[in-house]
């Protein structure tokens, strides 16, 4: 019963516990009967120097908690020693200490204490099991235990995106190889986030030229990655022969696909009664699509068939004038407000050896930064990309990353990023 | 009806309904992790208040400096009741605040004009301060 209080939580406790609960943080403590004098007391506080609250028990049952240094303050008065010292040791007593049952999870516990202000976190509290004395809780034990639980959850949590990001990254490779095999000059600079996100891109060679899409699905995170999945592997499935150098066909085929798989259709009879619940009720339900730029490259004309879901593309010919945006159209693909059956545009693009194109999601047009706190936008990466267009792909990459990561500072970074680019 | 106000944080705008002035006001940015779930409550209540409407003067003042994709969703759909509720016979002014260099967010506030015509768009440039 005499133990020293454990210097801290031993690390196993976590780890063969589920649920912790007050057991995890208990103490064993000297303890005092009532019949105990205040000079008992006396000589335990001095014999357990880190003993901080002093339970006193009767029956088995905690009656209270001796606080040391009210009890020390109290006895060091003049002439307290000789009134007091051979009373019962309840006269210093708090008779109403927090005392919490053994079963008690960590999370409510830790509510209890709160509750119980500043006294049970100094003074630590008293577990008991079936109302039995069993030994003692500290505040900073507790403290501990949470900070140990949360960053177990933490690391779980991250060990989990961290294997999400690897099947994100591996869905990709095909991608990344086709264009490596395909493209002489080219880059993507591609960063989710939050370790995973809704950015992505695909690209896919074909004898007679590539279909390559830079795609941006709502939201970011694990959310925003199941929806790259889903999106990426609709367009695997959509993206056949036939339809290759007809990339609007393509976006309209998706739409369809994703309104109907993710049950975005907007049912018939789905009318508003005038006291809002119907529009309450859809502002609730999945309304999720992607932004896209898709493009067909015929490499033997050197022909580009471009078609655009909120996402332009940006051109600079010969490393000469102004860098162009060529817009697509202002629909995104698969969401509740876009109709089944909308057709996006085709814009075909002659172009010549030289010419470079980008395709950009608005991560980085949108990122906050600079003195003003402002958005990067287009006009900042037009210009970028106009004083960098001489130099090959890898090296225009670098020098947009730093640009870009000196604009956004100390700034946080709002969404995933993409830009994507080729030289003819 | 009671006035509707919901104080700013990092990811989400101040929004600050008036409805007792009809002054309506949304300032701040907008990433909130659930855009849905964060406006639903603004929706309702500006719903609710918009079909009381009658020959009224509505002034409505954003002040946004960045909204994610899932947010701009949401502030079609408040537009879009906007400009229905001037089809009533209500007028509606949208200040459009922006940054005198902040071409984005100054092109969104056109896109929105375009599709809601019936709005009596003011865009103003605000200079650093």
């Known amino acids: 019963m005499l133990a020293q209080p454990r210097p801290s939580i031993p690390d196993i406790a976590l780890k063969t516990t589920a649920n912790p609960n007050a057991r995890d943080i208990l103490l064993d403590s000297p303890i005092l009967s009532p ?39 109290s006895l060091a008065r003049p002439f307290r020693r000789e009134i007091f010292d051979k009373k019962s040791c309840t006269a210093f007593m708090d008779e109403s200490p927090l005392i919490v049952e053994i079963g008690t999870s960590i999370q409510d516990l830790s509510f209890l204490v709160v509750d119980a202000g500043k006294k049970a976190l100094a003074d630590g509290f008293i577990i008991v099991e079936n109302g039995r004395y069993v030994g003692i809780g500290l505040g900073l034990d507790l403290v501990r235990m949470i900070s140990k639980m949360q960053a177990q959850k933490n690391h779980i949590v991250m060990e989990s995106i961290g294997y999400a990001s690897v099947i994100q990254r591996s869905y990709l490779r095909s991608s990344r190889d086709g264009m490596a095999s395909t493209l002489k000059d080219h880059f993507v600079l591609w960063e989710p986030r939050d370790v995973v996100g809704g950015d992505y891109y695909y690209f896919s060679r074909f004898d007679d030229g590539f279909f390559v899409g830079v795609f941006d699905c709502t939201g970011h995170g ?16 959509v993206l056949t022969h036939e339809n290759r150098q007809d990339p609007a066909a393509v976006l309209s085929t998706m739409n369809r696909m994703v309104k109907v798989s993710l049950g975005q259709v907007v049912e018939q009879g789905d009318s508003d009664p005038g006291d809002g619940t119907a529009n309450a009720e859809k502002e609730m339900k999945s309304d999720d699509g992607m932004d896209a730029a898709f493009c067909w490259v015929n490499t033997q004309t050197h022909i580009m068939t471009y078609a655009g879901a909120r996402t332009p593309i940006l051109l600079s010919r010969n490393n000469e004038g102004d860098i162009d945006i060529i817009e697509g159209d202002r629909q995104g693909v698969g969401y509740a407000g876009t109709p089944m059956d909308f057709r996006w545009g085709n814009k075909e693009i002659a172009l010549q050896k030289n010419d470079c194109a980008y395709i950009t999601t608005d991560g980085i047009p949108d990122q906050i930064g600079g003195e003003r706190g402002i958005a990067f936008g287009k006009r900042r990466l037009k210009e970028l990309l106009r004083s960098h267009r001489h130099l090959p792909m890898s090296e225009q990459r670098n020098a947009l990353k730093e640009a870009f990561y000196a604009y956004q500072g100390a700034h946080t970074r709002r969404d995933d990023i993409t830009l994507f680019g080729f030289r003819v | 009806m009671n006035d509707f106000y919901v104080p700013a944080t990092p990811t989400s705008p101040e929004i600050d309904f008036r409805f007792s002035s009809n002054t309506l006001g949304i300032r701040g ?43 701009t969703k949401i502030l079609y759909t408040l537009f879009g009741m906007l400009n229905d509720c001037v089809n009533k016979g209500n007028d509606v002014t949208l200040n459009w605040f922006h940054d005198e260099e902040d071409e984005t967010i100054l092109e969104f506030g056109e896109e929105l004009y375009e599709d809601f015509g019936q709005l009596n768009f003011r865009p103003t440039a605000v200079s650093a301060a």
């Open chain 2, 29 to 71: 940015e907008s990433y909130p992790e659930n855009a849905a779930a964060f406006y639903s409550d603004a929706l309702r209540q500006l719903r609710t208040y918009l079909a009381t409407l009658d020959a009224t003067h509505v002034e409505i003042n954003v002040e946004l400096k960045y909204f994610n994709s899932s947010s």
């Open chain 1, 35 to 73: 019949a105990q004098t205040n000079n008992e007391a006396f000589r335990i506080f001095t014999d357990h120097p880190q003993l901080i609250g002093l339970p006193v028990v009767e029956d088995g049952r905690p009656i209270g908690l001796i606080n040391r240094s009210f009890f020390m303050d």
């Open chain 1, 222 to 237: 694990v959310p925003g990655a199941f929806m790259t999945l889903i999106m990426a592997s609709a367009l695997d499935h």
